[in-house]
Structures are given as structure tokens and as C-alpha cells.
């Protein structure tokens, strides 16, 4: 009896999404596939997924069963990738998420050097500022900023991120330096137009967290619309040292309330599925990016 097999199978067909998909992936046909899930089933006594003619999805024992063989799955690569690692090469697509922000002036810069570097690599960079389900929408890896809540995911931290109250000085020159985070409401303040906690401005006053109710007469859905407004002195951004970082340096912005900032900021993780473990694409993505922010990533280093 293949366990393996049928192991292999159903997390092919997860993550694929579809029977056909999983069949050609496995040089398989439909039906054996859909054969080889239903022995799984029979064997476990259990439904592991649930069909329509629309969709495929798990039941609640099939994303058990999926969070206990995926590891079991990537140590049976990982061996082999240990025993080939000298030959082991870098090929194929590779699909990329990362923040809008993060994704532009960090991720970007790096890929012309990566497909140089690695020529039979291909390189999918979607950029966007909601939490992606990275099995679900097959991803080979992401770029999180937080905490991490999802235990399915193997985790290479890269840096933290540093979260700056900043303007540009002709703004500072026409409206005045805030001396407390409580003068930002007398101020123009850039937010994002969606749902998300960046738009909370929290900061530390007399050893107590403090949040403060900050408008403007500008809003975008992007991060890099805001930090543009910044830089043309619409107002004041809260931003990550990764997206103003140059700009501090350069003088075209200039940080405030610096006394007032929270410690202990969000780390910035590269993270990927179990089954992605040690595959050469994902392997050459993040040595890449190691490598780019070691010892410190570029926003921290001297000008």
C-alpha cells in the first residue's frame, strides 16, 4: 500500500486546487487521481475533501490531516535535497508575495541580480497588503511583517520594522514641528483609505500606550501613494524605516516624535509552506535577500 503516494496526492491536489491540476503535476490521470484520494478516504474513514462542481476544499479533518503530512512530506525532500544539494539547481517559476511597500523598494531592486544570477529561474512578484493564504493560493513564499500566528509556516527572519512619524521640511517650514504625538491632530496626516492597523499611531507618553486620532484631507490605498504625498509635502506618514529610510538620510524627509516611538517593532519574516522546504527556487530567494541584508539591511546602514 502506497501511503506515500496517496500523501503526495492529496496535498498535490490541495494545493493545486483541482484533480486535473494535481494530474498533470503527478504525470497522472484524472480519474487515478480521484481513485487514489477516495482509497485514501476509505482508509482513514473520512472525508478529507469536499467536491462540487465549482470547488474543492478541504473539511475540517482533510486541513488536520494536511497540517500533519506536509512536514512529513518535506523531510522526505529535504533528504533528498541534502544528499543532490551540489547539483541541486534553481529552476522554474517561483511565486512571490510581499507588501505593496516592502515588495517595490526592497524585493524589486534585488530581481534583476537573481535572474542573472539564477537563469532558468522565473520570478512572480505579487504585491499586495492583505494576508494571503499561501497553499491555497499557491505561493512558494512571502514577505510578513508581524507576528506570526500560522504554525504551518517555516519562518527566516530578515530585519524589524521600524515605524517612523515623518514630513517633508516645507511642510515642517509652513505648519510647525508637533512637540507631543498630541499635536499630530492639529496637523495634516496621511492614512490608508482600507482597513488596517497602520492606520492606529500609537506611541509611548509618561511609560503609557497611547493612541492618537489622526486625519487628513488625503488618503490612498498604497503605501507608496502616501509616501509620495509625503515627499511632495502633503502632510505627515507613519512609515516603515524601509520605505523612508534613503529619504531621512537624503534630508527630503525628517522624522518627529522620535521620543515618543514604540520599541520592540514588528519583525520582517520571510516565510514559506512545509512542502516548500529547501527547495532550490525558494532556497535562491531567500539566500538572496540574506544576503542583500547582512549584516544590516539596506535602510539601516550609514548614507
Known sequence: MDKFGEMETFVRVVESGSFSEAARDLNMTPSAVSKMIGRLEDRLGVRLLSRTTRKLSMTEEGRVFYQRVTPILSEVVEAEETVSLSTAEARGVLKVNASTAFGQYQI??????????????????????????????????????????????????LGVANRVVVASPSYLERRGVPK??????????????????????????????????????????????????ALAGLGFIRAATF??????????LVPVLQDFELSGDPGIFAVWPHNRNLSAKVRAFVDTIVEAFTPLPPWERDA
Open 243 to 252: 520605505v523612508v529610510g534613503d529619504d531621512i538620510k537624503a534630508g527630503r
Open 180 to 229: 507631543c504625538p498630541i499635536d499630530l491632530q492639529s496637523h495634516e496626516c496621511l492614512k490608508l483609505s482600507i482597513p488596517t492597523s497602520l492606520n492606529k499611531w500609537e506611541f509611548l507618553v509618561a511609560g503609557e500606550l497611547r493612541t492618537v486620532e489622526v486625519s487628513g484631507r488625503f488618503e490612498a490605498n498604497s503605501a507608496i501613494a502616501l509616501h509620495e504625498a
Open 108 to 157: 524589486v531592486p534585488l530581481i534583476p541580480a537573481m535572474l542573472e544570477r539564477y537563469p532558468n529561474l522565473q520570478v512572480q512578484l505579487t504585491m499586495t497588503d492583505s494576508i494571503v493564504n499561501l497553499v491555497e493560493e499557491g505561493y512558494d513564499v512571502s514577505i510578513r511583517i508581524g507576528k506570526l500566528t500560522d504554525s504551518t509556516l517555516i519562518a527566516r527572519k
